[in-house]
């Protein structure tokens, strides 16, 4: 029961941890992260990075109404 406890203990203690640099990095840790959420608008790079194939989906979208580069942000879907 004592090793039980104890486990319990380190377990949640990770758990909180996990969840304070979670919340971090989802907010103030990544530049650009909290004003992707408040705006509803990522970086054309972080966009291309992270989710190529949604960017080229936005931008073969884009290039139909309008033949210019893509802008520096775009909506987030």
């Keep these: 029961m ?3 406890q104890v ?3 380190v377990v949640g ?6 969840m304070l640099v979670h919340t ?5 840790g990544t530049e650009g992260a909290f004003e992707s959420m408040a705006t509803g608008d990522v970086d054309v790079n ?3 990075a992270h989710h190529s194939l949604w960017y ?3 931008v073969a979208g884009n290039a139909a109404v309008r033949p210019q580069s893509p ?3 775009m ?3």
Aim: hydrophobic letters at 40%; charged letters at 15%; proline letters at 7%.
């Design 13 to 18: 203690m990770l758990y909180i941890a996990s």
């Design 2 to 4: 004592q090793l039980d």
């Design 71 to 73: 802008p520096h942000t």
């Design 24 to 28: 971090y990095m989802g907010t103030i």
């Design 56 to 58: 080229e989906e936005v």
């Design 46 to 48: 972080w966009a291309k």
């Design 75 to 77: 909506p987030a879907e």
């Design 7 to 9: 486990t319990h203990s």
